[in-house]
Every structure is written in C-alpha cells, then in structure tokens.
C-alpha cells in the first residue's frame, strides 16, 4: 500500500504538520483503514473516497481511532488531488466528512502557488467546570501561567478541543503533557484534546500562538498545526475576547517547540443564526511512504 506524505500548513517540506493521504480508498474498510492510520504513526491519515453527496468523501483516522474532521490533513488531501489531476482545474469543491458536507476553495496564484480554504462545522462551547490548578499540572504548567481574563472552554467546529489561555509565550516552551491524566480530568468529555493558546506570539504577523496536545486515545502526543483547533480559536476569540466584533482575519503560529513551525489562516464571520468559521492553508508533497498490511 502507497500513502503519500504531505506536510500542511506550509510549503517548504519537513516543516508544518505531516499528514498520510491514501487515495482511492474506496475499497478499504474501516479495519484496514485503521491498521494503516497506525503503520504510518503520524497524527492523521485521511483516506479520500467516492461521495454520492459531494465531490469527495475524506475519512480521517489516528493510530488509535476515526475522528470527525481534520483540518491540516483536509489541506493534505485537496493539495494531493489537484496536483495529481484528480479535481482538473475545479476551484469550488465540497467535501464529505462525518462533521457534515463543507465547501472548499482552491485558488492558484501568479507561482502556481496553491492556497487551500476551508469552511468549518458551526463553532460549540462547553464550559471546563474541572480542577483548574491539577489541568495546569497536567500540561507542565502552574495557575500562575493561566489567563485568567478568559474562560477554559471545550470548543468544536467538527472535533473536540479544551481551549486553555496562557498568559505568556515562554510557558509554551515549558509545556510538558501528561496525557494520561487527561481522561481523568476532562470529566465533560474525556476524549477530547487539549490546545493552549495565547496572545504573545513568535512573529508579529501572527495574533495567537498555539500547542496541541492529543487524546491518549489517538495514539499520539503532539499535534505540529492545528486546522480544526485553531479555526475554533477563532471563534472563541470573537465569542470571548472582543465579543463586540462581527468578524475576525487573522493568522495563527503553531508547532515552533517541535521544530515544525506552520501558519494557519483564520477567518471568522458574525452571522444571524452563529458565526462561519474559515481556515486557509497550503501544503506540499514530501515522499511516498509503502505499507506492508
């Protein structure tokens, strides 16, 4: 078996965040889809199938299990299926994910550089009633490093995260995860990841820095950048932050402690009913990688 491996979030290889891409899956089942998700090891493996519903159907699994949406791996897969020919010259696709059908955009610019955007689930917020200080703990960090101006949330805009505010940029670089503390404490949904995120950032183009640390249940630690986590940011931000706002651009920094430095475009729209959460991105093809099943 052939899986394509893609670095998302960015165009320079080796850096972002590695995604496996198995075309022309329709003939997989879930077992094997699995199996593979684990021989590959990275964070995600997505497995582009035929959709009676959209232009393609994406499944998204970690070594440990299927998840519902995937952003960095989304950016993996449509890069993989116009560069091989697989969309032609189509710039408006949809994609079937088990978070609901959701457009994409493909836009080419004067270097053939590809830009891939991606619109969102409708954003959730779950408030953390758990033990704040053992949290803190749990990710290497004490209550002196929380931002307390802000709330702990789970937040989703298609997989579940617990947003946690930091204070300042150099506790990001102290961060040492527990993870198998984090069913215990995360008693409203045990499953979910962890995203710390704050306002000092690395490079002034960006507005929020971030890390991302998986469910024990996935099979990983670290997650390099984001999709799905930084578009909930998003929409946190103009939930929590500056809730006065009706929309939000802005770029997000994620994987500098693990040598895998990405950026996340971030686009948020107030709307009558919610908001619609965008993420834009890019990526690139590094190597093929063979399974043996």
């Known amino acids: 078996m052939i899986v394509y491996h893609y670095d998302a979030f960015t165009h320079i290889p080796n850096q972002g965040n590695p995604a496996g891409v198995v075309f022309e899956a329709d003939h997989l089942d879930e077992a094997v889809m699995l199996e593979i998700a684990a021989k590959v090891g990275f964070n995600e493996t997505v497995f582009v199938q035929s959709s009676s519903e959209a232009t393609v159907r994406l499944r998204y699994f970690t070594p440990g299990h299927e998840i519902n949406l995937c952003g960095h791996a989304t950016m993996a897969a449509i890069y993989g299926l116009r560069t091989r020919g697989y969309l032609g010259m189509l710039s408006e696709i949809t994609i079937e994910t088990r978070a609901g059908i959701l457009p994409v955009t493909i836009a080419v610019d004067a270097n053939e550089l590809l830009t891939i955007r991606m619109q969102q689930s409708s954003p959730e917020f779950v408030p953390f009633e758990g033990d704040k200080e053992r949290l803190m703990n749990a990710v290497g960090l004490t209550m002196g490093e929380l931002d307390e101006?802000?709330?702990?949330?789970?937040?989703?805009?298609g997989t579940w995260t617990l947003l946690i505010p930091i204070r300042e940029l150099s506790a990001f670089a102290d961060m040492r995860p527990d993870s198998s503390q984090f069913p215990v404490l995360l008693t409203e949904m045990p499953r979910a990841s962890i995203h710390?995120?704050?306002?000092e950032t690395a490079s002034p183009e960006a507005m929020m820095h971030a890390r991302h640390f998986s469910s024990p249940y996935?099979?990983?630690?670290?997650?390099?950048?984001?999709?799905?986590?930084?578009?909930v940011m998003g929409a946190y931000y103009l939930t929590y932050v500056h809730p006065e706002l009706n929309q939000l651009s802005c770029q997000i920094e994620q994987g500098h402690e693990v040598q895998r430095d990405g950026r996340v475009q971030v686009d948020v729209q107030r709307t009558d009913t919610g908001m619609n959460v965008f993420v834009s991105g890019n990526a690139v093809f590094v190597k093929e990688l063979s399974i043996v099943l």
């Not at 101006?149 to 805009?157: C, E, N």
């Not at 996935?218 to 578009?231: F, L, Q």
């Open 149 to 157: 101006r802000y709330p702990i949330m789970y937040g989703s805009t």
């Open 218 to 231: 996935s099979g990983t630690i670290e997650d390099a950048v984001t999709g799905t986590a930084s578009g």
């Open 196 to 199: 710390p995120f704050g306002f």
